[in-house]
């Protein structure tokens, strides 16, 4: 019997499309074999949420949008920014806050936040938990309650 989706609470799940979630607990260090060696111990935890081929297919469309997105701003912004700099000097108004090379990182950000939170909007609409709501999901829940802290594998 297939799980449901995690994400929309509808579908059937598909075990090759699991949402996964890294975790690890620090458990103390001890000396290595070499001299000022110490080896950390960590006990690692992966939870694979059940996810539907749909939401897969929905959350891997806004990875890579985002992805591009990205490349895109991480192209193009420093390169206004230098050319701000360049072209209108260091600061191109007197207050740092209405100058180019203050307001555009500030753009940036807002342009992120504003994302996130259009992306998530859209998704609750179409009844998916965007993917980066998966550290919601109740058995992640309970290993950070547990001391585990996420990592990326
Ligand atoms: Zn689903």
């Known amino acids: 019997m297939p799980e449901i989706c ?3 609470k509808k579908n059937e799940s598909d075990t090759s499309k699991y949402a996964k979630v890294f975790l690890r607990k620090y458990m ?38 985002n992805l591009i997105a990205n490349i895109i701003i991480g192209i193009v912004a ?3 920014w230098i050319g701000g700099m360049v072209f209108l000097g260091h600061f191109s108004d007197p207050t740092p806050i209405c100058s180019f090379e ?15 939170l259009v992306t998530e909007n859209h998704l609750y609409k179409l009844g998916v938990i965007p993917e980066s709501r998966k550290k919601d999901n109740p ?7 547990a001391g585990f802290a996420f990592y990326s594998n």
């Not at 690692?44 to 996810?51: A, D, E, G, L, N």
């Not at 939401?55 to 806004?62: D, G, P, V």
């Not at 990182?105 to 342009?111: E, W």
């Not at 058995?139 to 309650?145: A, G």
């Open 102 to 116: 203050a307001g555009l990182p500030v753009l940036v950000i807002i342009f992120f936040i504003t994302r996130k």
């Open 139 to 145: 058995n992640v829940v309970d290993l950070i309650k």
């Open 28 to 65: 103390g260090q001890r000396a290595g074999n070499l001299g000022g060696q110490v080896i950390k111990s960590y006990l690692q935890r992966t939870v694979f949420i059940p996810r539907c081929k749909e939401c897969e297919k929905i959350h891997a469309k806004i990875r890579k949008n």
């Open 78 to 80: 420093p390169i206004l």
């Open 6 to 8: 995690w994400f929309c």
